[in-house]
C-alpha cells in the first residue's frame, strides 16, 4: 500500500494507492466518519462491472448505500444531471455528514464532486477513480465542475475529497486507447515537474503500454506525488498549478472544435504536447536535445489522428474562446528543460498556426 497525504487548506487528505484496495473502502471510511447513509455516484458501464463488489465492501462495515447511475460520457456532466442527484439525496435523507462516493473516470468524479461542493453547503467527498486519467489527475486536487452548452467545466468549484482510493486492478479492464490517453497525464508530471520520473518512464513505457500492473502502480503513486506536490503550492490556481495545463491549450482547442466526439481527453492533451513542444524549440525555450526525448516518447505513446477536415483556422477559433485566454493573448505551458516548465503568453499567431498544423499533419 502507498499512502499520500495531501494538504488542502482546511484539512489534509489521504490518496491510499494498492492493488486490490477496494477491498478496504468501508473500512478506510470508517475512519472518517461513523457509517451512516452514503450515496454512491457512477456510470451504467463501470456499475456494471464493479458496483456489486463496492456497495458489498460498503455494506459489510455498516454504510447504507443508495445508488444514483448516469450514462457513460461528457454529456453526463450536467446541471439536469446534478439536480437529479440533489433529488435522489433530498429523498433517501442524506445529511451533511453522508458521503457521497465516485466510482468512476472523470466525468462521474467531477459532477458527483460538484453535488457533494453543493449539497447543503457541502458534504464529505470520496473519489474510486477507475481510469489512468482519473486516478493521476482529476480525482485529486479538487477540481470539480459540470459543463455548460457554451463550454467545459464552466461551472464549477475547487473541493477537495477527503478521501481517494486508488485500486490499479481497475486499470486492467481499460481499453488500450484509454490507457493510452491516461499514459499522457502520466508524462506530463515527467515533463514538467519530475526529471527521475522521466528517465524511468523511458525505461519502463513499454510495459507500461502492455497494462503492467506493477508497474503501472508505481506510475500512478509517482503521479500523484507530482500532482500533491503542485496543488498543495497553489490549490486554488492562482499561479503555478496552471502548469498542469500542458498540452492542454490546443488540446481544449482541438476538442472543442471536434464538437468532444473525436478525441478522448488524455488524446487532446497528448496532441497538445506536441505543439507545446513545437513552440518551446521555435521559442527558444527548450534544447533540440531534450525536445528529442520527449518526442520519442510521445511517439511511443502515439498521437490519435486528427480528422482530416480539421482546419488549423478551426482550432485556433476555439483556442481564442477558451476561457484561460486573457486581454488577447494565449497562454501556453512550454518545457525548459525536462522536469522543469515555464509559462509564456504568446501573441504571434502564424507561430501558433505552425503548431497546431504539426498536430494536424498539415
Ligand atoms: N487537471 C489540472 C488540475 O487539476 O489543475
Given at each position: ?73 461528457e454529456?453526463?456532466k450536467s446541471l439536469?444531471?446534478a ?23 472523470g466525468v462521474?468524479g467531477d459532477l458527483?464532486g460538484f ?22 489527475d482529476s480525482?485529486?486536487g479538487g477540481k470539480v465542475a459540470v459543463n455548460h452548452p457554451r463550454g467545459k467545466n464552466l461551472i464549477g468549484s475547487i ?78 490556481e ?7 495545463n500542458?498540452?492542454h491549450?490546443?488540446?481544449h482547442?482541438?476538442e472543442a472544435?471536434?464538437?468532444y466526439?473525436?478525441?478522448?481527453h ?56 477558451d476561457k484561460k ?38
Amino acid at each position: 500500500m502507498q499512502e499520500i497525504n495531501v494538504k488542502a487548506a482546511n484539512f489534509t487528505y489521504r490518496v491510499v494507492i494498492e492493488p486490490g484496495g477496494i477491498a478496504r473502502l468501508g473500512r478506510d471510511l470508517r475512519l472518517l466518519l461513523p457509517p451512516a447513509k452514503t450515496l454512491l455516484v457512477s456510470d451504467t458501464s463501470v456499475y456494471e462491472l464493479y458496483g456489486e463488489i463496492v456497495e458489498k465492501k460498503l455494506r459489510d462495515e455498516g454504510w447504507q448505500v443508495s445508488v444514483a447511475l448516469v450514462k457513460p460520457g461528457e454529456k453526463a456532466k450536467s446541471l439536469v444531471n446534478a439536480a437529479r442527484l440533489y433529488d435522489q439525496a433530498i429523498r433517501d435523507g442524506l445529511d451533511r455528514n453522508s458521503p457521497l462516493i465516485a466510482l468512476g473516470g472523470g466525468v462521474v468524479g467531477d459532477l458527483a464532486g460538484f453535488v457533494a461542493a453543493t449539497y447543503l453547503r457541502g458534504v464529505p467527498l470520496v473519489m474510486v477513480p477507475t481510469t489512468l486519467l482519473s486516478q493521476v489527475d482529476s480525482s485529486v486536487g479538487g477540481k470539480v465542475a459540470v459543463n455548460h452548452p457554451r463550454g467545459k467545466n464552466l461551472i464549477g468549484s475547487i473541493y477537495p475529497p477527503r478521501l481517494v482510493l486508488i485500486d490499479p486492478v481497475f486499470l486492467m479492464t481499460l481499453s488500450k486507447r484509454q490507457l493510452k490517453a491516461g499514459l499522457a497525464e502520466v508524462l506530463k508530471y515527467g515533463i514538467i515537474s519530475d526529471y527521475q520520473f522521466f528517465d524511468w518512464l523511458e525505461l519502463n513505457m513499454d510495459q507500461l503500454l502492455r497494462f503492467n500492473l506493477v508497474l503501472l502502480t508505481d506510475a500512478v503513486a509517482a503521479s500523484v506525488r507530482n500532482k500533491a506536490k503542485v496543488v498543495e503550492a497553489d490549490e486554488y490556481e492562482k499561479d503555478y498549478r496552471r502548469i498542469l495545463n500542458f498540452g492542454h491549450t490546443i488540446g481544449h482547442a482541438l476538442e472543442a472544435a471536434t464538437a468532444y466526439r473525436h478525441y478522448l481527453h488524455g488524446e487532446a492533451v497528448l496532441s497538445g504536447m506536441y505543439a507545446a513542444v513545437d513552440l518551446a524549440i521555435k521559442m527558444k525555450v527548450l534544447s533540440t536535445e531534450d525536445a528529442g526525448r520527449i518526442d520519442r516518447l510521445l511517439r511511443q505513446i502515439g498521437r490519435r489522428k486528427a480528422p482530416a477536415d480539421l482546419t488549423a483556422e478551426a482550432v485556433i477559433d476555439k483556442l481564442r474562446q477558451d476561457k484561460k485566454r486573457l486581454a488577447g493573448e494565449i497562454f501556453f505551458v512550454l518545457p525548459k528543460t525536462i522536469g522543469s516548465a515555464t509559462i509564456v503568453a504568446i501573441s504571434d499567431r502564424d507561430l501558433i498556426c505552425e503548431a497546431v498544423k504539426t498536430v494536424l499533419g498539415k
